[in-house]
Structure formats: structure tokens, C-alpha cells
């Protein structure tokens, strides 16, 4: 493996599209959702790695606002696999000083799986090491139109001006205010769209994807990811 100092910190928050569990599970003859469970195993390999790279945030797209047009029986084992893996991570969440946050539609989150969120929100929320972000029934547009009603709610009661909105103010209205946006979004299994996937935050995160299906992401595709994303050249508009 190359140095680890070449690339550790480089990247301070990396989002995730995990793409590709039922395609992994097709290719071996399983049902879809063995796709998930194995797809789970990878995520918490990936928290892991995240400490020995210097990634101090990490957003994983769990569920988007799309995904409700599965079918019922695929959504209930992704919710319950979703609350299997909170129960089995907390403790290391809690060892690793990672903090849990949820970005996402939290009212659509089933009432069960959203009470043992909210428990591992609070036990870690003063951790500091690292975050651990979860997007779950998160869609950028539903994320920037709930944001837009509560601005124009403040305006209406007069807690903000509308000539004082601007692209700062705009972003402490987000799910992820107080986040600094991704230097680099990965996308397993070769699909080449964003689906939906923090359309904001975006705007200048080095994209890298791979055809590797995400039950099979592992260290050494993270690895070229961070090698790759050292060599970009980063221009913000600029020369
Ligand atoms: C990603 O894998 C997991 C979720 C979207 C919840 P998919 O389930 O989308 O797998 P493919 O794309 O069908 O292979
Ligand atoms: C994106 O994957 C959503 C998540 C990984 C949670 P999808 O599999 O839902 O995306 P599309 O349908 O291929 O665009
Ligand atoms: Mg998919």
C-alpha cells in the first residue's frame, strides 16, 4: 500500500452513493436483500477506515426519497437492517468518539427505527472525532425546498430580512448546516448521476466512481479514491 501520510487528511469529509447491494446479490443468485446485508457489512468497515484515513466526516446515502417507489417488502428489511446496524455499531460509535447525525425526511424514518436513532444521536452527540452522517430519506430537492419554507417562514415573523438571504444564510438553513460541504463524493457500481444526492453541497466535490458494486468496496478501492483525489486540481472557477 502506498504511505498512508500521502493521503491521510486529504479528504476532511467524503460522501458516499452506496450503490449496487441487489446487482451484487443478482450475480450470486440471492434475493436483493442479502445484497443489503452484506452492503451493511461494508459500512462498518468503512467508519473503521474513515479514522485511520483522517476522514473526519462521512455521509452515507442510505435512503433517498426515490427509494419509497421499492417494493414495501425490500423497504421493511433496509429499515430494520438500518436499526440491526445502529444496535450492533453503537458501542463502537461511542469507542471511536463518532458523533451520529441523520440528514433526511426524519419523519418519514419508521417510528422504530427512528427511536433507536434518536437514542444513538444522543449518546453521541458530544463526541468529537469524527461524524458519521446518515442520509436517510434525504432527496437535495426535498432537503432545499423544506429549507426554502423555513426561510420564508422567518421572514414572515420577521426573524430574518429578504435582501439578508445569501448563499451563507441559505446554508445554515440545510440539514447540513454546520458541515462543511464534501471534497469528494464516491458512487459505487458505474452509474454516472447523482440521484438526488445533496445537490447543493456538490457544487465543487470531486466526483469518483467505480464499477466495484459496494458489498465488494473495499480499503484498497478507498485507497485509489484518496490517491486520485490528491492529484486533482482543485480551480473553484479559478485558473
Ligand atoms: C444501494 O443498492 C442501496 C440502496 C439504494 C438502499 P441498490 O439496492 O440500489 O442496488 P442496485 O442498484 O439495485 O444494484
Ligand atoms: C441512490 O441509489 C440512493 C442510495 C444509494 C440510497 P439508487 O439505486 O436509488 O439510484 P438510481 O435509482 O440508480 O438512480
Ligand atoms: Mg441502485
Redesign the pocket.
Same mark, same amino acid.
Given at each position: 500500500m502506498d504511505n498512508l501520510a500521502d493521503i491521510k487528511g486529504a479528504v476532511k469529509h467524503l460522501a458516499i452513493i452506496m450503490? &449496487?447491494n &441487489?446487482r451484487w446479490a443478482k450475480l450470486k443468485g440471492l434475493k436483493r436483500t442479502e445484497g443489503h446485508k452484506e452492503g451493511a457489512k461494508t459500512v462498518r468497515k468503512i467508519i473503521d477506515l474513515s479514522g485511520k484515513y483522517g476522514i473526519k466526516y462521512l455521509t452515507l446515502y442510505a435512503f433517498s426519497t426515490e427509494n419509497w417507489r421499492r417494493p414495501s417488502s425490500e423497504i421493511t428489511v433496509l429499515m430494520s437492517l438500518l436499526k440491526e446496524f445502529l444496535e450492533l455499531n453503537r458501542r463502537t460509535l461511542i469507542e471511536k468518539d463518532v458523533k451520529l447525525k441523520v440528514i433526511g425526511k426524519k419523519e418519514d424514518i419508521p417510528a422504530v427505527t427512528r427511536t433507536v436513532l434518536q437514542s444513538v444521536i444522543n449518546e453521541t452527540k458530544n463526541n468529537k472525532s469524527g461524524q458519521l452522517i446518515l442520509a436517510l430519506c434525504y432527496g437535495g430537492r426535498e432537503e432545499i425546498t423544506h429549507a426554502v419554507r423555513e426561510v420564508a417562514e422567518d421572514v414572515k415573523n420577521g426573524k430574518i430580512k429578504t435582501k439578508n438571504i445569501d448563499e451563507k444564510l441559505f446554508s445554515s438553513y440545510l440539514y447540513t448546516s454546520e458541515i462543511p460541504d464534501p471534497d469528494l463524493m464516491i458512487r459505487t457500481?458505474g452509474e454516472f448521476r447523482i440521484s438526488n444526492f445533496l445537490l447543493w453541497q456538490l457544487s465543487y466535490s470531486e466526483f469518483w466512481i467505480t464499477d466495484t458494486l459496494w458489498p465488494d468496496f473495499d480499503e484498497s478501492d478507498l485507497v485509489e479514491a484518496l490517491k486520485s483525489f490528491k492529484n486533482r486540481k482543485r480551480r473553484y472557477g479559478g485558473v
Open positions: 450503490d &449496487g &441487489g457500481s
